[in-house]
């Protein structure tokens, strides 16, 4: 280990190596991103301006690191002859434990689709029409969160329950910013949604003032990108059916078969879209769909075989696990994964995410430090 190496003792030598690797690969890509033959191909500069992104914390903080450890050097060598050194040394050493902390999360290893963007079903379950009702309601909660994200929303097929007012399925795409850092793009933050949504309170057409309970079921997954995956569908796999389009109650809002439903024999995953006008808009966007429920699964088996790779505790594409139940009696909010437990349920169903997300991204950090010390 070098003299430098062995000044930089309060992180591991693994962590020391593993953020020098990076430094040099953020560096040797910064110089490919400054040469003009880069940019004319524009697959290529995507993907460099992605990982070159991805790799911008760790730098910081890594740089931040050395510079802190090089100051308390200097303030200790300094302070033998001007004692007004050492209550900089206290400061600077504060500092650095801040610094110190950040960078070990920041060498987590990270979910390579954090960048990518989330396709949302959301589900009506148990509870009837108070079940259509409420996934309305967790529809325009994540509007407004995507908003205050600052992401675009584009729903892909929504099927409206027949009295009016909620749903009974709806399929979304949220996109972030192609050049988002890991942390902060749209899959990073909406891979804890996944799961039954259970919600408590008394329905408009309860006369007695009772309590029901029921659920809507929520499945969520990184859209497949088609310049950087090489994930092709075969079409001897696929039964596609054609039929016209419904609205509310089933009533038919088109004259002709636009509406397309694929089912991929091999799985049994089935997607149905109408809301395009087209048979061939909806086809394109039912493809765009199971394409990524089947990336999806194959991460999941991938990572299932795979010891080494990223371990999650609180992310699922099990949509029958319950995580989270929504009071409204009581105005309070509980995630049964986390412990997260407040009583801001109007504030979140208006889009405060932040907490409740945060504390799913700190319980994935804090299981994956405690597994990869044993």
Known sequence: MSSESAELNNISDESYEAAEIKLKEYEDIEKK??????????????SLGRKYAALKQVVELYKKFKILKKDIFAAKELSAADSDFVEEI?????ELKIVESALKNALIPKDPDDQKNAIMEIKAGVGGEESA??????????????????WKMQVLDMQENSLGGGIKDATIIF???????????????????????????????????RIHTSAVGIL??????????????????????????SGPGGQSVNTTDSAVRLTHIPTGIVVSMQNE??????????????KSRLYALKKEEA?????????SQVKTLDRSEKIRTYNFPENRIVDHRTGYKSYNLDQVLDG????????AIKKDNEFYLQTSAK
Do not use: C
């Open 175 to 209: 996109r972030g910013s192609q050049d988002a850092a890991p942390e902060e793009g749209v899959w990073h933050y909406l891979k804890y949604e996944g799961g039954v949504h259970r919600v408590q309170r008394v329905p408009a057409t309860e006369s007695q003032g």
């Open 33 to 46: 991103l400054s040469l003009p033959e880069t940019h004319n191909d524009q697959n290529l500069a995507r």
């Open 220 to 245: 969520v997954y990184p859209e497949a990108d088609e310049l950087e995956e090489d994930f092709e569908i075969d079409s001897n796999d696929l039964k596609v059916d054609v039929f016209r389009s």
């Open 277 to 290: 006008k087209s048979q061939t808009q909806n086809k394109a966007a039912a493809l765009r769909v199971l």
């Open 90 to 94: 206290s400061v600077f050493e504060k």
């Open 352 to 359: 405060d995410l932040v907490n409740i997300i945060d504390s």
């Open 303 to 311: 990572e299932s075989k795979a010891a080494d790779m990223r371990k």
């Open 133 to 150: 009702l409420f996934a309305f309601n967790l529809y325009r909660m994540y509007e407004k969160y995507a908003n205050s994200k600052g």
